[in-house]
């Protein structure tokens, strides 16, 4: 395998080494230029992609310590390998932590691809592990992601030594779901969803491309509607500027995966949360009106060894201020020399 200097091969994957430099830049953003001035916005160490046996891509970032604990950042739906936050990126390094974000089928680097369920992300989550050397994980997943935190602890119960899910959605049929919500509103729609999902995404894409010269506005509007909890946290420069380049590069290519993720949420996740055997730990802002607090405590409530974390007046994106108490946590749950998690039940 060849490839441009600077470029990091190996069996299965390529990765390319980002620089580390601290001092103002311009950034080519596909084609956008985007002016980077805040230091605090660490640059992932690695990003490139992984080839799947099947002969799929799945796009990856690296961030923090290249020899650390390695713990599974899953984007909220439809984020990059670069959504994680300026906090998550900093305490990665001070904690000796290998913090490694995987984009999902049809967004950034990876490969379109519709799953029969969410069980089918936890599959490609194996073999992407087994490719970089990384035996024991643990998980962090925003809002759409949380679902394939589930997934993976359900299918990868003796790898995973925990999980953290902000502000996850919840099952939306089946014995596992709880009343209303939006996905309740997607799931009514479902047919149409899933019958119409190519179309949506490509007109989607387009409206996405259409409003990349004005994508600092329309990150400002967005903010705008936010609950004050929120906004406080999403109107520092630092967060504007890691969802902007996020958002600039993931959905360049492509955006299929927000509409391939309503598919599967309004689906049968494959699997009980009664029947997860690791421990979850929830952060759930109690004013988040996309996914109510009340989801949370319902998840809670089946999930042998799960925990809930309330934050007070934030809604759905506030959960990202609390990165530092996240990462503790997980780190917490790692077994001691080396055993293996203590699996509890209810």
């Not at 602890?153 to 030594?161: E, M, P, Q, S, T």
Request: aromatic residues 8%.
């Amino acid at each position: 395998m060849t490839g441009a200097p600077g470029t990091t091969h190996a069996q299965g994957y390529a990765l390319s080494a980002s620089s580390s430099a601290k001092a103002p830049e311009v950034v080519e953003t596909y084609g956008t230029s985007y002016t980077s001035s805040m230091s605090e916005l660490l640059d992932p160490r690695l990003e490139g992609t992984i080839v799947l046996s099947c002969g799929r891509s799945i796009g990856i970032a690296e961030y923090g310590s290249r020899d650390g604990r390695a713990i599974l950042w899953f984007p909220g739906t439809p984020g990059g390998c670069r959504q994680i936050p300026p906090l998550a990126r900093q305490i990665a390094v001070q904690r000796n932590v290998r913090l490694i974000a995987l984009e999902r089928p049809g967004i950034g680097s990876s490969t379109p691809h519709l799953y029969d369920s969410v069980l089918g992300w936890a599959e490609d989550v194996g073999e992407v592990a087994d490719k970089l050397g990384v035996e024991r994980m643990g998980l962090i997943g925003l809002s759409g992601g949380g679902a394939y935190v589930m997934a993976c602890a359900y299918h990868l119960a003796d790898r995973v030594v925990g999980g953290a899910v902000l502000g996850s959605v919840a099952p939306a049929c089946g014995d596992d779901a709880p009343p209303g919500g939006a996905l309740g509103l997607a799931y009514r729609g479902r047919f149409l969803i899933h019958n119409t999902y190519g179309m949506l995404a490509r007109m989607l894409w387009a409206t996405t491309y259409s409003l990349r010269p004005v994508a600092g506005q329309a990150f400002d509007l967005f903010v705008g509607t936010m609950v004050d909890g929120d906004r406080e946290v999403m109107q520092r420069p630092e967060m504007k500027q890691m969802f902007v380049d996020d958002m600039l590069r993931a959905a360049r290519p492509q955006i299929h995966s927000l509409l391939f993720d309503v598919v599967l949420f309004t689906k049968p996740w494959g699997f009980s949360l009664r029947d997860i055997r690791v421990p979850i730990r929830f952060w759930h802002g109690d004013a988040d009106n996309f996914v109510p607090l009340s989801h949370a405590e319902h998840q809670v409530a089946l999930i042998p060894d799960a925990e809930l974390r309330v934050r007070p007046r934030e809604g759905h994106m506030g959960n990202l201020d609390a990165s530092e108490e996240i990462l503790d946590t997980l780190l917490a749950l790692w077994p001691r020399g080396g055993h293996d998690p203590v699996v509890q039940t209810r």
